[in-house]
């Protein structure tokens, strides 16, 4: 726990505010962190322009499986034709090992 | 997402799963392990458990959402074996110590990126960016990551699947969250930037060369 003891809302350096920032999407902050990381901000435009972009990614990747779909369907993300046959012979070989018994 | 499941009760030829179920299951297990190949061998085992279990299927949901069930439980013993042969040496090892100087301060301020999230997921060049960025994290980072970032697993399941405390997954996603920031603003905002501010950005822009080049 070193660095929560180098919390406090008048000396958060960048890399703890960073910590809190990323804390801030896991987990509810305490009172007393949410008021060191939004003084930290307030004073501190890089830390702002990082907690903005870690929304920006978290967003940007919840929406990824839509996009990914649309504009990949085609050209990347089919099964290989040998994947297809060796998926296909290894159920049919399961199913007659079930009609043999 | 899919076509409607087979009418009748004995779910058809098996062999017809692959054909009607397997692009759609690749596509789901791609996007979340992000590796093609371990993607394919998780769709082929994802059909093999089913054909075992095709009894167990009820019909009260759809037959591919029943696979995709069976898909997610594979992806999620795939991150777990993973975990187990990753280094896990987060004491000694950190990977963020270049990012701050000794007094705690950015060595390289983050940017403000300006344009928004919704235009940039239209755009496959961008995803395929956000990959790279991905592939190039330590592979401990990345899982943490992807396990927390594409919704597989809340805070107490993904410290379980990695073998780690909560409060050690906290450092993971901390540390994964700011190399991908970083990556991403060198390999996509930066030049953004410039295509942005010189419309007819070509070769001779110096971001524009510095991409072509780590491309």
Redesign the interface.
């Known amino acids: 726990m070193k660095e929560r003891s180098?919390l406090s809302a008048w000396n958060l350096?960048?890399?703890?505010a960073?910590?809190l920032a990323?804390?801030s999407?896991?987990?509810d902050l305490t009172r007393g962190e949410r008021l060191a990381l939004r003084l930290h901000q307030l004073v501190c435009?890089?830390?702002r322009?990082?907690i903005?972009?870690?929304?920006?990614?978290?967003?940007?990747?919840?929406?990824?499986?839509r996009?990914?779909?649309r504009?990949?369907?085609n050209d990347s993300?089919?099964?290989?034709a040998e994947?297809?046959a060796?998926?296909?012979q290894?159920?049919?070989e399961?199913?007659s090992a079930e009609e043999g018994k | 997402m899919f076509e409607p499941p087979p009418a009748d009760a004995d779910l058809g030829d098996?062999?017809q799963?692959?054909?009607r179920y397997?692009?759609a299951l690749?596509?789901?297990a791609?996007?979340r392990v992000g590796d093609r190949e371990t993607a394919?061998d998780l769709?082929?085992e994802t059909?093999?458990s089913a054909?075992?279990a095709r009894r167990d299927f009820d019909h009260r949901a759809a037959f591919s959402t029943w696979l995709i069930a069976i898909l997610r439980r594979k992806i999620i013993d795939h991150y777990r074996k993973d975990a187990r042969t990753l280094v896990t040496t987060d004491a000694e090892l950190d990977e963020?110590a270049p990012?701050?100087d000794r007094?705690?301060?950015?060595t390289v301020?983050?940017?403000?990126?300006r344009s928004?999230?919704?235009s940039?997921?239209?755009n496959?060049e961008?995803?395929q960016v956000?990959r790279r960025c991905l592939a190039e994290l330590p592979r401990h980072l990345a899982q943490a990551f992807e396990l927390?970032?594409?919704?597989l697993a809340t805070?107490q399941e993904a410290s379980e699947i990695a073998g780690i405390t909560p409060r050690n997954l906290?450092v993971r996603?901390?540390r994964s969250?700011?190399l991908?920031?970083s990556c991403?603003?060198q390999k996509w905002f930066a030049a953004e930037a410039v295509s942005a501010s010189e419309k007819s950005a070509d070769e001779s822009s110096p971001a524009r060369a510095e991409q072509a080049r780590s491309s």
Do not use: M
């Open positions: 180098k350096d960048c890399r703890a960073s910590e990323s804390d999407l896991e987990r435009p890089p830390c322009h990082l903005a972009q870690f929304q920006t990614i978290r967003r940007a990747v919840a929406s990824l499986p996009s990914w779909r504009d990949w369907n993300v089919e099964l290989s994947r297809r060796a998926i296909k290894l159920l049919q399961a199913n | 098996p062999a799963w692959v054909d397997g692009d690749l596509q789901y791609v996007t394919e769709v082929q059909f093999l054909f075992k963020v990012l701050f007094s705690g301060h950015w301020p983050p940017a403000n990126w928004t999230p919704a940039q997921a239209e496959s961008f995803w956000v927390r970032e594409l919704g805070v906290s996603l901390h969250r700011l991908l920031r991403l603003e």
